[in-house]
């Protein structure tokens, strides 16, 4: 019985790490709507990379947590869905302030379309996942609040991508 507990303990730790590294990343993308605003593709595209890596780190939390059912605590579950909602919350906003006021030269780059066809799945994704969460949670009225807050921060990205793709520049045949 002891050496089915250790691999599990192992596990937890492990788990435990990685949600320490999410909370870490998450407040430095938070930091960075007021302390450093993406100004330019870059700057974007790297806090991008980072929310991805956020993503990551979830996906990889959810799975090992399937390991340790009877270990967690009961609402862990909440935690990692309340985790993945400030996630796209946070990039939701951050995306919104680059996306408004975007460097002149961005949606005429050659990269741009592919980026913002990209970034419109990704926004597709936050939306379906945040009307599934508002469902499969039970939200009190300021979190319910905070969600349709962000919904409509999604939306208006969407909106902001979709009218972007049209004037953007077409991708070059590959040779």
């Avoid at 303990?9 to 993406?38: C, Q, Y």
């Avoid at 593709?41 to 399937?66: C, P, V, Y």
């Avoid at 319910?144 to 049209?166: P, Q, R, S, V, W």
Wanted: aromatic share 8%.
């Amino acid at each position: 019985m002891e050496n089915d507990l250790d691999p599990r303990m192992e596990k937890l730790k492990s788990l435990m790490g990685l949600t320490v590294t999410l909370r870490s990343e998450i407040r430095d993308l938070a930091a960075s709507i007021d302390d450093n605003p993406p100004s330019s593709f870059g700057d974007f595209s790297n806090l991008r990379d980072k929310h991805m890596k956020a993503q990551w780190l979830i996906r990889t939390i959810e799975e090992m947590a399937t390991d340790l059912d009877g270990i967690l605590p009961a609402k862990f579950q909440k935690w990692i869905i309340t985790a993945k909602m400030k996630a796209f919350a946070t990039f939701a906003e951050i995306a919104n302030k680059f996306l408004s006021e975007p460097p002149e030269t961005f949606s005429k780059s050659l990269s741009a379309k592919e980026l913002l066809e990209s970034e419109l799945a990704h926004t597709a994704g936050a939306i379906e996942f945040f009307n599934e969460s508002i469902s499969s949670i039970s939200a009190d009225e300021s979190m319910t609040e905070a969600i349709n807050k962000t919904l409509d921060t999604i939306n208006n990205n969407a909106t902001i991508i979709k009218n972007m793709l049209e004037s953007s520049v077409e991708y070059l045949p590959e040779f």
